[in-house]
């Protein structure tokens, strides 16, 4: 322990003095905060050896990290839904799920906190550490503090999507359903946490200002508020050393927007207003120029990383371009060699900025 909580000094001074009180149990207990829980979580869902390991989408284990979940919701409190759906894709079809955890009135306008929880490329090694299970342990984390901190003119809802990876299937199928039962009109935005820990810096990006191609209906939303209201939470919980950033303009994406290549995408296709947490890096020359795919400098995630182009040394015999998502490099064992507390110290950032945001919205929202 590097330093001593405040809270334990009157306790250990009491017990010394006293030899009452239950000191180790209080002690233990404010050890135990809400951002500290969810790298505890984080080793639950993605350690091969202490938790669950990789979860590719339709396989038993997608569905035992479905009710690992959905009794961490319960166990909280929340009314919990668990939302079957199958899937089709050009490569695999299957069944999956969605769990779906709220506590407050769901005809009040509703944020919406998503994170997938399946897993791929558990063949090259990948247990999915960054990409998500980061965005689970986090999501399961903010919503076991906020069960204490309900908004008064907001419902907040959490969602774990099943079977991201093999084509955004659990969030069209989520918004699909929405669509159908007249359930769209209260969702006032949509925060899509993934690969939120692993990379160079934190990222927050709103929709595309040009509507996404899969967009069926007309009603499009590139709106920035819950972007802006994110940025704003982060500085004033990390300080401007630490808060989110904006990524700067590149090819075909102007400042501070992203693709519909995850769960945010069905969402802004429908409407709502969305922003997307993303852990990576803006400032590397990746192998389709400054797109954000390289998520690291860090030279062990590279076959030679040159420092001055901030690029690969060799563009044509470069390997692993940064990349830890989708990658051997996507288990915690070789991101807590690579980043010694990296990890742990942006799920503990991205839990508070959360906690801020979601216990208050009325201070970083203009409008309902
Ligand atoms: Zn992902």
């Known amino acids: 322990m590097k330093y001593l909580h405040p809270l ?74 668990e939302q079957d759906f199958s899937f089709k894709s050009r490569k695999s079809e299957g069944e999956s799920q969605n769990i779906i955890a709220e506590l407050g009135d769901p005809t009040k306008p509703t944020i919406i906190l998503a994170a997938h929880y399946d897993s791929t490329a558990m063949k090259s090694g990948s247990m999915g550490a960054t990409d998500n299970g980061a965005g689970v342990a986090a999501m399961l984390a903010i919503a076991k503090a906020l069960t204490t901190k309900i908004p008064k003119n907001y419902n907040i809802r959490f969602i774990a999507f099943g079977a991201e990876e ?32 692993g990379g160079d810096n934190v990222y927050v990006h709103s929709a595309h200002i040009t509507p996404y191609s899969r967009c069926k209906s007309e009603n499009y939303s590139s709106d920035t508020s819950i972007r802006a209201a994110l940025l704003t939470a982060s500085i004033n919980v990390l300080g401007e050393d630490n808060k989110y950033v904006i990524h700067p303009d590149y090819e075909g994406y102007p400042e501070g927007v992203t693709g519909s290549w995850s769960d945010h995408a069905s969402f802004a296709c429908a409407g709502i207003p969305i922003a997307y947490v993303e852990s990576t890096n803006f400032a590397i020359n990746g192998k389709d120029g400054f797109d954000g795919y390289s998520q690291s400098t860090a030279e062990q995630l590279w076959s030679c990383y040159d420092q001055k182009n901030a690029s690969a040394c060799d563009k044509k015999a470069e390997k692993n371009w940064g990349n ?26 991205n839990v508070k900025v959360l906690i801020e945001l979601l216990a208050d919205p009325d201070k970083y929202l203009q409008s309902k």
């Open 8 to 81: 334990a000094l009157p306790c250990l001074l009491t017990s010394s003095l006293l030899l009452v009180t239950p000191c180790s149990l209080s002690a233990q207990k404010t050890a135990d905060t809400s951002d500290k829980v969810a790298y505890t979580y984080l080793k639950q869902l993605v350690s091969p050896t202490e938790g669950i390991g990789a979860r590719e989408a339709g396989t038993d284990k997608e569905k035992q990290t479905a009710s690992y979940i959905k009794a961490k919701f319960e166990k909280f409190g929340y009314r919990t839904i």
């Open 166 to 197: 093999i084509g955004l299937q659990g969030s069209n199928y989520y918004v699909s359903d929405l669509f159908k039962n007249n359930k769209l009109n209260n969702i006032a935005a949509m925060i899509n946490f993934d690969t939120i820990a």
């Open 324 to 349: 830890i998502w989708h990658t051997k490099f996507d288990s915690l064992e070789q991101l807590n060699k690579i980043f010694p507390g990296r990890v742990e110290q942006q799920l503990s950032n």
